[in-house]
Antibody, heavy 127, light 108 residues
Framework: EVQLVESGGDLVQPGGSLRLSCSASEFLFSHYLMTWVRQAPGKGLEWVASINADGGEKNYVDSVKGRFAISRDNAKKSVHLQMKSLRGEDTATYYC????????????????????WGKGTTVIVSS | DIQMTQSPSSLSASVGDRVTITCRAGQSISSHVNWYQQKPGKAPRLLIYAASTLQSGVPSRFSGSGSGTDFTLTISSLQPEDFATYYCQQSFNTPLYTFGQGTKLEIK
C-alpha cells in the first residue's frame, strides 16, 4: 500500500527545536516532489515547505523561512522537517504529502496535486 | 503569493441536495486548481485535480469546473458521508502552494 507515516511531533517550549520525519513506502519516492502541510487547531490547511525529487530545490512559506529546513534521504525514502526557534503559532498537526503530477489537457502541460497524505504528527509549542 | 478565496465558509444542506462551493484565485491560474475533502481528525483526501479531473476512486457525484480565476466544486446529490470540510488549492505556482480557507459542509 502506498503510504506516508510521520513521526517526531511533541510538546516543545517556545524557542525550542524539533525534527519531524516522514517515511514513505510502496512508491518510487525518489521520483516525487514532497511537501509538508500544517493545520493549526480548528484552522485550515497551510502549505509549509516543498523539496524537489533530488533535494536540490527547497521552498518555504514566508512565516517559516530561516527557521525551518526541509530535507530528504532518497536511499531511506524519508523526508524531514527541522524546526527551530519555534513559536506558539507553529502549534499544529503537520502532514507529509506527496506531490503527484500528470499531463492535463486542461492546462496544456503537467499539473501537480497532493495525492498521498500521511496521518499527521502533532506539534505543540507551549511553556 | 496567489490568494485563494473560498465561499461560503460554511454551508448547511440536506442529504440529496445539490451543493456548489466556489473558489476565486487572486490572479489567473489557468486550471491549476485541486479540491480536497477533510473529515474531523483525518488527513485531507484529493477529490479533483486540474479543476475538473476526478481522482481515481472518487464518486462521480463530485465534479469541478472553472478556469482562470473562478472555480467551483459541485456535489450533485449529497450523501451522509459527504459532510466534511472542503478546500481548494492552487498549484499554478508549484512548488509553492496556497489553500483556500475551507468550506465546512454541515447537515441541515
Amino acid at each position: 500500500e502506498v503510504q506516508l507515516v510521520e513521526s517526531g511531533g511533541d510538546l516543545v517550549q517556545p524557542g525550542g527545536s524539533l525534527r519531524l520525519s516522514c517515511s514513505a513506502s510502496e512508491f518510487l519516492f525518489s521520483h516525487y516532489l514532497m511537501t509538508w502541510v500544517r493545520q493549526a487547531p480548528g484552522k485550515g490547511l497551510e502549505w509549509v515547505a516543498s523539496i524537489n525529487a533530488d533535494g536540490g530545490e527547497k521552498n518555504y512559506v514566508d512565516s517559516v523561512k530561516g527557521r525551518f529546513a526541509i530535507s530528504r534521504d532518497n536511499a531511506k525514502k524519508s523526508v524531514h522537517l527541522q524546526m527551530k526557534s519555534l513559536r506558539g503559532e507553529d502549534t499544529a498537526t503537520y502532514y507529509c504529502a506527496r506531490a503527484g503530477s500528470r499531463y492535463s489537457s486542461a492546462v496544456w502541460g503537467n499539473t501537480f496535486y497532493m495525492d498521498v497524505w500521511g496521518k499527521g504528527t502533532t506539534v505543540i509549542v507551549s511553556s | 503569493d496567489i490568494q485563494m478565496t473560498q465561499s461560503p465558509s460554511s454551508l448547511s444542506a440536506s442529504v440529496g441536495d445539490r451543493v456548489t462551493i466556489t473558489c476565486r484565485a487572486g490572479q489567473s491560474i489557468s486550471s491549476h486548481v485541486n479540491w480536497y475533502q477533510q473529515k474531523p481528525g483525518k488527513a485531507p483526501r484529493l477529490l479533483i485535480y486540474a479543476a475538473s479531473t476526478l481522482q481515481s476512486g472518487v464518486p462521480s457525484r463530485f465534479s469541478g469546473s472553472g478556469s482562470g480565476t473562478d472555480f467551483t466544486l459541485t456535489i450533485s446529490s449529497l450523501q451522509p458521508e459527504d459532510f466534511a470540510t472542503y478546500y481548494c488549492q492552487q498549484s499554478f505556482n508549484t512548488p509553492l502552494y496556497t489553500f483556500g480557507q475551507g468550506t465546512k459542509l454541515e447537515i441541515k
